[in-house]
Structures are given as structure tokens and as C-alpha cells.
């Protein structure tokens, strides 16, 4: 299923940005933000499940799907400044927010900047810490190979990572999704938000001053944030809860929609 696309510009740097807005005008907002090097249809499963009862958006990061890059050099606090622009825009006060790993970043940094903005959280497959000196590394190795050896090849190691190995043998659909996507991302894109990446603070230090519910979702198979790392979270953020999706690895929401969706529905109905 596809959805209707809308184009606004930021009013506080004239960025352009495309995002998807279904469902109903004066319910309860929930903002999906996807993750790298990903774009907004990897929420196409949430959009159609939760637009009957709810205000969906989700939309494009700078650099990713159809939105802008713009010139300046990324990072998560810049995202931030545009999920408040948007919100801004759209005439958005507060709102769910839902964050999918790097999205996960960009939701962490807002809630923690802008408290006054978000009434929920879901956490999905991503992490508070900041990257270790190793992982800077392999950032900066993964740049250097998609130069040498382009995005066709880095796509296809992306995939193996993101997906769950059950997944990754039956879910051709999803893995043609995710290659498209990854693949639509320009090099330049790509490098500026691996860098970005690299380069965010850790948030962990401040998990415990969330005042809003947490639910966090993590794929029982994800290599690339463990149910460690969520289980860690859940610890230290005192109004929280943790589910673990069953046959799904990173992409929990794409390779287990049902059961992720589930989850998500049953923390939307505590919130009212």
C-alpha cells in the first residue's frame, strides 16, 4: 500500500520535506521517524493500521526518500530541529513519537531537549549510547567502501545485517523494499549521515529523567541493537515496557508487523 505523499517547507531553514499524513485530523498524533538509510515507507504497515484511530505522519529525514539534504552538515540535533519545524508547521503541539534506531536517536535527543512537545515514546531496535571509538571506525570503513566499491554492494550487506536470518529467506518482498530504499539514497546522504551518526552524544545518562511512557519494541534476532541494549533501557527509564518480537531481527516492524503492531496498539490504549 502506498500513500498519498505531501511536500512542505520548513519555515526555519526552507527545507524541504516529504511526509505521509492519514488518518483522522483531531485524534492523538503518533510521528514515525524512520531509520538509516531507510525512508518513511518503511512504516507503511504502521500507517495502515493505526490511521483509523489516529493522526498519522511520517515522513522523509533530510537527505533520505524525497526529502532535502540541504547544506549543511548533518547531525542528530539538526534532525531534531526539523521533526519541531514539522511539527511547528503542521500545527503539531505534542505528539507520539515512535523512533526506529537512528530514529531512535532523533527521538531520544528531542524528548530530552523538547520534554514539553511529546505525551509518548516507542523505542524501536535502537540504543542510547554513543558509538565507541571502534564503531566510529567502521563507520568511516564503510564510507571509504561505498566509494570503492558503490551502494549496489553496500545494500546488499546492509540486508543481511537488518534482517532477521528467517526473514531473509522468505520475506522477498520486504528485503526488495528495503534494497530499493537504501539504494534511492545518494552517496552524499549516506556519508553525511554515517558521520552524523558517529558523531551523536549518548543519551543514556538521562533516560531516567523521561516523564512520558516508554514502550520499547526490539526484534528477538537483532544482531545490530541486542535485546540487551533494550533490556538496559528498560531498566533505566523508570515508566517503561519492553516486548521482544518473535522472527524478526532489526526491521521488527517490517518482518513482523502483526505482532509489532499488536504491542503498539496495546500501549496507544493505556494512553487514553
Known amino acids: 500500500m502506498h500513500y498519498s505523499e505531501k511536500i512542505l517547507t520548513l519555515t526555519t531553514n526552507n ?3 516529504s511526509y505521509i499524513d492519514e488518518g483522522l485530523v483531531n485524534a492523538s498524533t503518533i510521528i514515525f521517524i524512520h531509520g538509516f538509510p531507510l525512508n518513511k515507507e518503511m512504516w507503511n504497515k504502521q500507517v495502515g493500521e493505526f490511521k483509523d484511530n489516529y493522526r498519522v505522519i511520517a515522513y522523509d529525514i533530510r537527505g533520505h526518500g524525497k ?3 540541504g547544506e549543511e552538515d548533518f547531525s542528530i540535533e539538526l534532525f531534531v530541529k526539523d521533526l519541531i519545524s514539522l511539527m511547528d508547521v503542521l500545527k503539531i503541539d505534542k505528539t507520539i ?3 526506529f534506531s537512528m530514529g531512535g536517536y532523533i527521538a531520544l535527543n528531542a524528548i530530552e531537549n523538547y520534554p514539553e512537545r511529546f505525551n509518548a515514546l516507542l523505542l524501536c531496535d535502537t540504543n542510547c549510547a554513543a558509538d565507541l571509538p571502534q564503531a566510529k571506525d567502521k563507520r568511516m570503513d564503510t564510507i571509504e567502501s561505498i566509494k570503492e566499491k558503490g551502494v549496489e554492494l553496500y545494500a ?5 545485517r537488518l ?3 528467517i526473514s531473509f529467506s522468505k520475506q522477498i518482498e520486504e528485503i526488495s523494499i528495503v534494497r530499493a530504499m537504501i539504494i534511492g ?3 552524499e546522504s549516506l556519508f553525511k549521515t554515517l558521520y552524523a551518526i558517529a558523531q551523536r552524544a549518548e543519551s543514556c545518562t538521562k533516560l531516567h529523567e523521561i516523564k512520558v511512557p516508554v514502550l520499547i519494541l526490539v526484534g528477538k534476532d537483532d544482531e545490530i541493537t ?3 541494549v533494550a533490556l538496559a533501557m528498560h531498566k533505566k527509564i523508570k515508566n517503561s515496557t519492553i516486548h521482544f518480537i518473535d522472527r524478526a531481527g532489526h526491521l521488527s516492524n517490517m518482518e513482523n508487523p502483526i505482532q509489532f503492531n499488536f504491542q503498539l496498539n496495546n500501549f496507544l490504549k493505556t494512553l487514553k
Open 15 to 17: 527545507q524541504i520535506v
Open 226 to 228: 541486542p535485546g540487551d
Open 163 to 165: 534482517f532477521a536470518p
Open 67 to 69: 526529502s532535502d539534504s
Open 185 to 187: 539514497t545518494s552517496k
Open 97 to 99: 513519537l515512535c523512533g
Open 156 to 160: 546488499q550487506e546492509s540486508l543481511k
